[in-house]
């Protein structure tokens, strides 16, 4: 039997785990802590519903904002070198809080990879971003970043970016499938059971509704079409993900179980698989955020 301890969106804060002798770590991302930004992006996000091309680095400045997205990006990588104290494998996928790489913005320095952990990582720490990774019986294979809709028809501020930036950000997601596409393939050659990490839970589920009421996307679904997608074609065994911090829940699409791992210090989940089947998954805590 394989023990996997859960673990969802931290934002800087320190877990405290509640659960005892697992044999791995699986984390869906956003580990940095971007609390101070959050009125900034609404703002953005609210500009952009009505076609105005506006980023949210605008509103502070980028010497102010890179020093925010600086000191947010060294939390999570803190928290990174926690986990590894852990003693056991860890394995994560970046999330759209780790500033590894935004197609959609204008700005070099967030164009370019600032968490460093994700691009190089360390030992017993994985990143299983548009990669495979092999533990035990069962396939790895991960998606980062991922933090709303890719499919435009479901993206509320698409029309807020510039043609060129619409383009790239087509071009991206056609790419990302082809990706994910080549890997879901060469799992299923390899004839093991599919765990699929996705920083973004799926769209359209009971996992991805906003409910933040300041958030100027309050009651829409923002989940990821593409891991959807990925999920109803090729059906791994669960998908585990977060970004939603208002759901610390299950559901089902076809034969798989979704998760999203939930946002906090106190937000645990113990996943335990035998003979290539789920056995039980248990929830701790979880707060909304």
């Known amino acids: ?5 859960i673990l969802g969106d931290m934002h800087g804060i320190k877990p ?6 697992y044999d791995s770590v699986i984390c869906s991302g956003d580990f940095a802590e971007t609390g101070d930004l ?5 703002k953005a996000v609210s500009l952009r519903q009505q076609n105005k091309k506006t980023q949210w680095y605008e509103f ?3 010497k102010k904002s890179k020093d925010f997205v600086m000191s947010a990006v060294k939390a999570g990588e803190r928290l990174l070198y926690y986990l590894k104290t852990l003693g056991v494998p860890v394995f994560y996928v ?4 780790e500033f590894s790489g935004d197609v959609s913005s204008n700005w070099s320095f967030l164009r370019k990879d ?5 691009k190089t990582g360390m030992k017993g720490i994985y990143n299983c971003d548009l990669c495979i990774r092999k533990f035990g019986e069962y396939t790895i294979i991960g998606y980062g970043q991922s933090f709303g809709p890719e499919d435009p028809r479901f993206i509320d501020t698409f029309d807020g970016y510039s043609k060129k930036r619409q383009k790239e950000i087509a071009r991206f997601n056609v790419n990302t499938r082809k990706k994910l596409d080549r890997l879901f393939q060469r799992a299923l050659r ?5 765990i699929f990490i996705s920083h973004n839970v799926p769209f359209n589920t009971r996992l991805d509704t906003i409910l933040h009421k300041d958030s100027p996307r309050y009651g829409m679904h923002y989940g990821s079409t593409l891991a959807k997608e990925m999920i109803e074609k090729y059906q791994p065994l669960i998908c585990i993900g977060g970004h939603m911090h208002e759901h610390f829940n299950k559901d089902m699409l076809g034969k798989t179980v979704c998760i999203n791992a939930g946002y906090g210090a106190d937000a645990n989940i113990l996943l335990k698989l035998s003979k290539n089947k789920i056995k039980s998954i248990e929830f701790f805590g979880g707060a909304k955020g």
């Open 1 to 5: 039997m394989k023990k996997i301890l």
């Open 16 to 21: 405290n785990i509640h659960y005892k002798g």
């Open 38 to 42: 959050r009125p900034y992006f609404f």
């Open 60 to 62: 502070l400045g980028k």
């Open 94 to 97: 970046p999330g759209n809080n």
């Open 114 to 118: 600032n968490f460093k952990l994700a």
């Open 190 to 194: 390899m004839k093991r059971k599919i």
